[in-house]
């Protein structure tokens, strides 16, 4: 009886280790370095940070500034429109600094002049288009300043265009990735960045044209550092900031973004070292292939018998995404939702889930109405204009004035492409499953299997409970918060509380206490 009895003991205590480490989520992976004094490696689709050192810390930028100078020409200029280039614009730059031998007097379109930008660095081509949209480079300073602090960037002040020393432009590693985040969402952008080579238009100094050439070496598969997938980004240098380097590539379904601040000569390999952290140790998971918890909404959210529209019907957005570790699964995630939307949003949002993984944010999912749903939702870096599609080789532009318009990046990889994502069956849950927990056989008796089982079906249970009643709970009082989205859509606030009413009346308690007057009455 007593060796029975040891034996079971045994059995709970082993059960309560295999159970506790069966709900925790394993570690975030951080075997990584870099040489470089600040970089980031960042998921563009969801904004989740995989790995930083001194990410918001203050360093001068260099020439990776021409992307957000790119990023606001596009947004402001149509690409045929004509360019001047004044006698500052030439020659209000360092000596020996990057030139695409544009002079003074020079017409170049818009379209030239930023593939005289992004692939040439040339200096006085970021001149001349900040005084072509703003008048003048400290104005322009203004619109990156405004457009920096749009995109989220905190620890970010540009003084001019190029990136050239200023002690008043510095930017961090974490604003730059939000920086190009932004910015291959732009198929233009993508298009011109992507290019190894172009020919502009006839200039005083080459009458014949000249060519520039993209001087990022990773994107080159004639390089020694090529990265394959690696489809964009912008290389810079100056004697106070350093090497700095920005690169995005995608691979197994996943849009990287890479920024490294004060390199010393390592750029490339540093930024190699977080690229294949990232792509060995993530997963990025479509929300909609794994949600649970807010299926119900759409129920929920269906007001029946009120005939003054179409009823509402929510749906999660098929581009949200979360990005975990692969050692990881979607069960390690907490939800929460949230109306605080952005600008960012699709146009016909009601909600958003952000999810964390151990308290750091991982991605989100839109919560949308599909009565009045928008044809063209907000695009996640991976479904905007090809992007990760990489530039073929021969993507040489031959137009002799430059004019001609270069194709987009090729062959983009789609979302709808990617593997499908593996089903419930196949992952190891939060609450565990029989297969997963392993006791030595010599241990094993009837009585230790069926004690196990009931635990596990206990813990099972307990778990569900309190995520049903946590779920019921938040989505009853967050709902309160939008009823001003509610009736942007035809409904008033008295109809959603009538709505509301009528869901608390059929709730299960409630159920449950009618169940039980009905039998008092029968029995009276």
């Known amino acids: 009886m007593k060796r029975l009895f040891s034996l079971f003991l045994c059995l709970c205590l082993s059960m309560g280790v295999f159970t506790i480490r069966a709900l925790a989520a394993p570690e975030w992976p951080s075997d990584v370095s870099i040489q470089a004094d600040g970089g980031i490696v960042m998921d563009a689709d969801t904004g989740t940070v995989l790995y930083g050192k001194n990410m918001d810390q203050q360093y001068y930028p260099a020439s990776i500034t021409k992307i957000l100078t790119a990023l606001i020409v596009l947004e402001r200029c149509d690409l045929d429109e004509m360019v001047s280039f004044s ?266 889930i952000r999810y964390t993984y151990n308290e750091r944010p991982v991605g989100f999912v839109y919560l949308c109405s599909a009565g009045i749903r928008s044809d063209a939702r907000t695009a996640t870096p991976a479904d905007a204009g090809g992007i990760g599609g990489p530039v073929p080789d021969g993507a040489h532009t031959p137009s002799q004035d430059g004019a001609g318009n270069p194709s987009p990046a090729a062959n983009p990889a789609s979302r709808d492409q990617t593997p499908a994502a593996p089903t419930r069956q196949d992952i190891t849950t939060k609450e565990g499953t029989a297969s997963s927990i392993r006791i030595p056989a010599n241990t094993l008796t009837i009585l230790g299997i069926v004690f196990s089982l009931c635990v596990i079906i206990a813990i099972v249970a307990a778990v569900k409970i309190h995520v049903k009643r946590k779920e019921e709970a938040d989505l009853l009082l967050r709902r309160q918060r939008r009823l001003e989205r509610l009736e942007d859509i035809g409904y008033s606030s008295s109809e959603f509380d009538r709505l509301l009413a009528e869901r608390r009346v059929s709730s299960p308690s409630t159920r449950k206490t009618r169940r039980s007057r009905r039998k008092k009455s029968i029995f009276r």
């Open 87 to 352: 006698h500052d614009d030439v020659y209000n730059v360092e000596a020996g600094s990057s030139s695409a031998g544009i002079d003074e007097g020079d017409v170049l379109t818009v379209r030239d002049c930023l593939y005289a930008l992004m692939l040439a660095s040339a200096n006085e081509s970021a001149n001349a288009l900040a005084c072509h949209v703003s008048g003048s480079r400290e104005e322009f300073a203004k619109l990156m300043n405004e457009k920096a602090a749009s995109l989220g960037c905190t620890g970010s002040h540009f003084a001019n265009p190029s990136g050239l020393n200023d002690e008043n432009h510095y930017t961090t590693a974490h604003d730059m990735a939000l920086i190009a985040r932004e910015a291959i969402k732009n198929p233009e952008f993508l298009a011109i960045n992507g290019t190894r080579s172009y020919k502009l238009a006839p200039t005083k100094r080459t009458p014949e044209g000249g060519y520039v050439a993209n001087h990022h070496k990773m994107l080159n598969k004639n390089e020694s550092v090529y990265y394959p997938g690696a489809f964009a980004g912008k290389t810079g240098y100056t004697s106070l900031a350093g090497n700095t380097l920005v690169t995005c590539a995608k691979k197994d379904g996943m849009t990287l973004i890479a920024v490294v601040l004060n390199g010393h000569q390592s750029h490339y390999s540093d930024t190699k070292a977080m690229f294949d952290f990232a792509f060995r140790n993530f997963q990025s998971l479509k929300a909609v292939d794994y949600e649970t918890q807010y299926r119900s909404v759409e129920n929920d959210m269906t007001i029946a018998g009120m005939t003054a529209r179409d009823s509402i019907s929510l749906e999660l957005d098929k581009n949200g995404r979360v990005v975990i570790p692969k050692s990881g699964d979607f069960a390690d995630v907490k939800s929460t939702l949230t109306y605080d939307l952005d600008s960012q949003s699709p146009s016909d949002a009601v909600a958003c």
